[in-house]
């Protein structure tokens, strides 16, 4: 019975109460402009708040651990009906790059025949295949220049919520490596950089106004605290690097006051936040110095996502590595069995039940979709930061244009950090990364309609 009673519940909402949604907000733009927000602060959120699971498998570690159904889709069918019933100015249905995305949906779920848990790879295929609509709700959401205003002040008021999150996960609750509400501290570290990056783009312009320069100034703060407190060496180097690369790209459109000004208040924020931190940095220096002969598990994951290859040319399943590593399944355990006894360990059955998976986003979408879903995946990668650099290129002097200067930045570290965190394929991660595509596609129609900038606000019709 309680099954029952979410799938009525999780069906209702994206076919009946969305829509329902969708058309109230086509009659109110400023409720729009909020559903969009919510969109945009919703990958911050905790996980039960986000998600409604049929079928849960609770001690699964995959994709995902049963039938997703997100609040985030929801709100993207509804700013998708939205734009379907007003047809605002320049109104295009179908964004681009959709087909992109759709078509790696089609090629990894293809990876159902051979997967030794079907069921598990219909899990994925549903979460992937339905979280679209945040891309595409993301598209019809993003239209104009309030538009970008409302989500970048948005964004910052995240970001500082959640550094006051890890804050008292730290001083109060005494917690090492805080991870706010996310599943794990990495999550959180790539979400921030990736949220954060595009608004110092933003705040370093000169179309920014002041109470939106200090506005973002809080948020880069909030940032780099979370990250600090973090302590993610990975997700540290990415922000400190990416937040120069921002910088770089803002002095070459010239030089000013409020850029030196900018720029010596976010460094003296983080020197704060450093301060703040600086315990927990060294304890981590520390300890990874004391384990620096010993050898890392990440190639031995790896290891076997090379051997699955050899599996199947559509792989081993969507959300089946976590079934094929394991016990009882012993083709590729074996490795990981052969690396433990080489280092002294006695082999127990047990402890191979439920193996970790690859960190690297890169061979678990090759051990499990093969090269069709890998190479459709990296396709559809490519297509937004594609949208990002050519917007870069024709909004160069706008506010636009030094937003999209932070996404280029973001996007290549975020997919970078890819090759040691498999967190894209996460459903909060995932989430920022398709608002942030359906944003970039916006911008690459926007360019080819041939205009200078984000349009005007425009009101609804009576």
Known sequence: MKEFIKICVAFSGYFLLAPYLGAWLSKNRTAERVALCLLACMPSWFPSKLTLMLDSVEFYRGHTKGFEFSIMVFVGIALTVSASLKRPPGFRLLPPGLWLYLIYCFLSTLSVIPAVNKVYALMAAWKFTTAVMVFVGAYHGFQDRDDLKWVARTLCVTLMVQAVVCFKLRFIEARWQVHGWFEHQNPMCMWAYLCALPLLGLGLSKHAERKDT????????????????????????????GSAGVMGLSYLRGLSAK??????????????????????????????????????????????????????????????????????????????????????????????????????LYWLLLSETGYPGFFSYLAFMAAPLWWSVRGLIRFWNTGLGNFLGGVVIALCL??????????????????????????MARVEVCRRQGLKDLPTPYLNPA
């Not at 605290?225 to 180097?237: E, F, K, N, Q």
């Not at 010993?294 to 599996?311: F, G, H, T, V």
Request: hydrophobic share 50%; proline share 2%; charged share 15%.
């Open 214 to 241: 200090v506005l973002i100034l809080g948020g880069m703060a909030g940032t780099a605290a979370m990250i600090l407190l973090s302590v993610s060496r990975a997700g540290l180097a990415a922000f400190a690097i």
């Open 259 to 360: 850029k030196v000004a900018f720029t010596g208040l976010s460094i003296c924020g983080a020197a704060a936040a450093a301060m703040l931190a600086m315990d927990s940095l060294m304890a981590r220096i520390n300890e990874n110095a004391a384990r620096e002969n010993e050898e890392d598990l990440r190639p031995i994951l790896n290891r076997q996502s090379k051997a699955m290859l050899q599996y199947s040319l559509f792989g081993i399943g969507w959300n089946n590595f976590g079934v094929v590593n394991s016990l009882p399944d012993e083709r590729y355990v074996i490795i990981m069995m052969d690396w433990d006894e080489s280092r002294g360990f006695r082999i127990y059955d047990e402890n191979y039940m439920a193996c970790p998976l690859t960190e690297s």
């Open 414 to 439: 975020t997919y970078l950090h890819g090759t040691v965190e498999r967190v894209l394929s996460q459903t909060k991660n995932l989430s920022i990364w398709l608002i942030f595509s359906g944003f």
